[in-house]
């Protein structure tokens, strides 16, 4: 089964190799390959990639040179990237501030080695380091010492682990296992990132509705050949077979287009919003409608707007009922 890469990873291994492939002039495939990490195929894959990169033009002069025929691998005429490229004062600062906060964080026992790569980029920033003690990284919901120690342990043993779990969205408690991959903080919260059993997917757990955590001691490598999430635009990720929602939002209203992934937002002339979103679980979505009292409407679909409606005469003849009210 082949193992999906993304263009991030394989861009960061070709600007590696380019520099190391040219201090090693006629290094043969299998070496190449080895040392590298990858199979030989990749080498060259890889290769018949650099063979089209160059300067802008894309005239002969302005490719790279690339030749690998013979067994022996030659690359010539990419001087430009012959050498690291340096941070600039912005990336240098970004990176101090990160690894403050990550030598912060509880739980963390690689002080040393945070320390080390903090010294050097302080000392290669000279006097703009400074500007990085103004900056300072407030995650909303602390890392609880005691849960991460265990998920380090998890994590470090390849262990799998046994969670009692709130899904906020359906307000129930569930049990599952799972193989840890990593902890991450994300839009001021934690989250652990692990292949679920249960869901037969990968999904993010918030640490804060955690409830109980066990390490097992069971194997919980994760598959090995699970596509990268990246988290940049939130934790969020609608899946193609969730349910599309039309929704009518009053102007009091229009934090849900703020708070929540919308994939189309129209605005009206009287300021009420117009927007679509996919939804999972509808039932966390009628909820929303009814609490918001007449400032959130569905629109669409059909079915999910009948159900609103069912629900909230219930409710009402409920408290009826229960108040003993004609």
């Not at 919901?141 to 390849?158: A, C, M, N, T, W």
Request: net charge negative; glycine share 8%.
């Amino acid at each position: 089964m082949a193992t999906y890469e993304s263009a991030t990873s394989r861009l960061g291994r070709l600007l590696t190799m380019v520099p190391w492939l040219l201090n090693r002039q006629g290094v043969d495939l299998a070496s190449a390959a080895r040392e590298l990490g990858v199979s030989e195929a990749q080498v060259v894959d890889d290769l018949e990639l650099l063979f089209v990169c160059g300067l802008p033009g894309h005239y002969p002069d302005d490719l790279i040179d690339a030749q690998w025929e013979d067994g022996r691998v030659y690359v010539s005429n990419a001087d430009t990237i012959a050498r690291p490229l340096r941070l600039g004062r912005d990336e240098a600062l970004a990176l101090i501030v990160a690894l403050r906060a990550l030598r912060d964080t509880p739980g963390l026992t690689e002080h040393d080695a945070i320390d080390r790569a903090l010294a050097k980029l302080e000392a290669a920033a000279g006097d703009a380091a400074a500007t990085a003690a103004s900056v300072t990284v407030d995650l909303e919901q602390p890392l609880d010492p005691e849960l991460s120690g265990r998920l380090r342990d998890g994590l470090v043993r390849q262990r799998r682990l046994h969670l009692r779990y709130t899904v906020a969205s359906r307000d129930e408690t569930t049990e599952r296992d799972v193989d840890p991959i990593r902890v991450v903080g994300v839009d001021g919260r934690w989250y652990l990132e692990a292949w679920c059993h249960r869901a037969v997917g990968v999904r993010l757990f918030r640490l804060d509705r955690i409830e109980e955590l066990t390490v097992l001691e069971e194997d919980g490598t994760p598959p090995a050949d699970l596509p990268p999430r990246e988290l940049g635009a939130g934790v969020y990720r609608a899946a193609p077979e969730d349910l599309e929602v039309t929704l009518h939002l009053e102007p009091s209203a229009a934090w849900v287009a703020e708070t929540f992934p919308v994939e189309r937002v129209d605005r009206r002339e009287d300021g009420s919003l117009e927007v679509m979103l996919r939804v999972a679980d509808p039932r966390w979505l009628q909820r929303l409608v009814w609490r918001a009292a007449g400032q959130v409407r569905v629109l669409a679909p059909a079915e999910l707007v009948g159900a609103v409606a069912r629900g909230a005469v219930e409710a009402v003849e409920g408290h009826t009922q229960a108040n003993g009210l004609d």
